[in-house]
């Protein structure tokens, strides 16, 4: 039985998924250190993502050493990434994503890169092996749902992918972590969404200590 | 003793306080059979208000008539009322309220007017003065808090002048209504902050069947 189609996305109170220009991901600390721009853009994109990067289930996915926090924080990455069964993502993420990625990718699943560029399949060491494929948002999530079984597909992003699944009423539901930060500027969210076609019903409100976890099920209008 | 300054807003999950062009408010209902661009205006105003529009407490307010909801939506709407001693609004809401509200304007207290206009103040039934204050959000905002007394001042709206006084270090909290719709367009109620200087700290997130309640202190960075 096919699973569903989901994305699952941490957002500031005023919409942005990201800080202006994802450049700043791709700065070393020294570059950072002499351009205030880029300081303040890693200090908002940790700020967005305060509340995952502690628990235990992301430091032990990215192997950055034992412990951490176990509530229902922890719960809730760790359900998120096991019912992912397959991901889709745009090129853009990809690309950002092969530079600042450990060499053990932290899907550990098949990942499908919606791209015009025609590439063999790329396999990194923990279960991840990037597709790309060259037909469209359509042809990459039949891809995706064969890949994924009777587990759910996630749009992993960009904001712009993720769109795009929306507009297109191939989204079931999704999950905005609400994180307590003001960005004023950046990437937003559902920059481009098509209001008159998408309509939301709220599933789930979860306060944590430090976010409020959001999930909603899509409907057309 | 001074109470707090805050303001209380309704924003759809994309940010956004209003749908585009407040002209929607004022047409009648032959104008928006008349015009798609209208009806739709006042769809979204009608889903972003959907939790208030059947409280007992706001029907209560603007003579609408008996009965309605009494949960915990309800509770939020009275306790906001009821900490507000006096209200400061911009020219473009007191305008646009000029024209919808009723006799009886539901504020039942002082309300400043920041305004180039000079005017004398104008009473309504039922307890609600409006000021005219033509030198600027500081000494509107002393006006109101002596009008206030030991009671909370409310910056009612609309969104650029509540950033405004974001911006200027002058909000003490702030309470946000979550609806669960896009707009996709209209006006964003965080547009113009200065993330650089505006930190928050979550109060409470508290989700009731309609929407998310989130409360959130200010802090300078």
Redesign the interface.
């Known amino acids: 039985m096919a699973g569903k189609v989901f994305f699952s996305v941490s957002m500031s109170?005023?919409?942005f998924s990201a800080p202006e220009s994802m450049e700043g991901l791709l700065a070393t600390p020294e570059q950072r250190a002499q351009d205030p721009r880029l300081e303040?853009w890693m200090a908002?994109w940790m700020e967005l993502h305060a509340w995952i990067l502690p628990q235990r289930f992301f430091r032990e996915n990215l192997h950055l050493g034992e412990g951490g926090e176990e509530g229902r924080d922890n719960d809730i990455a760790r359900e998120t990434y096991e019912r992912t069964g397959s991901s889709v993502m745009g090129k853009r993420m990809f690309d950002l994503g092969e530079h600042s990625w450990p060499a053990e990718a932290p899907f550990h699943t098949p990942v499908f890169v919606v791209t015009h560029q025609q590439r063999d399949p790329w396999e990194r060491s923990g279960g991840t092996t990037f597709h790309f494929v060259n037909d469209g948002i359509h042809k990459a999530l039949d891809q995706a749902r064969e890949a994924a079984g009777d587990r759910d597909v996630r749009i992993a992003g960009g904001s712009e992918t993720i769109v795009q699944y929306l507009n297109a009423g191939l989204v079931d539901e999704f999950s905005?972590v609400?994180a307590?930060?003001?960005?004023?500027?950046g990437t937003?969210?559902?920059d481009?969404?098509?209001?008159?076609r998408?309509?939301?019903?709220?599933v789930?409100?979860?306060?944590s200590s430090?976010?409020?976890h959001?999930t909603?099920t899509v409907h057309p209008r």
């Open positions: 109170l005023d919409g303040r908002q905005i609400l307590p930060v003001l960005f004023g500027a937003r969210l559902f481009g969404v098509d209001a008159s998408v309509a939301l019903v709220p789930r409100s979860e306060p430090r976010v409020t959001l909603y």
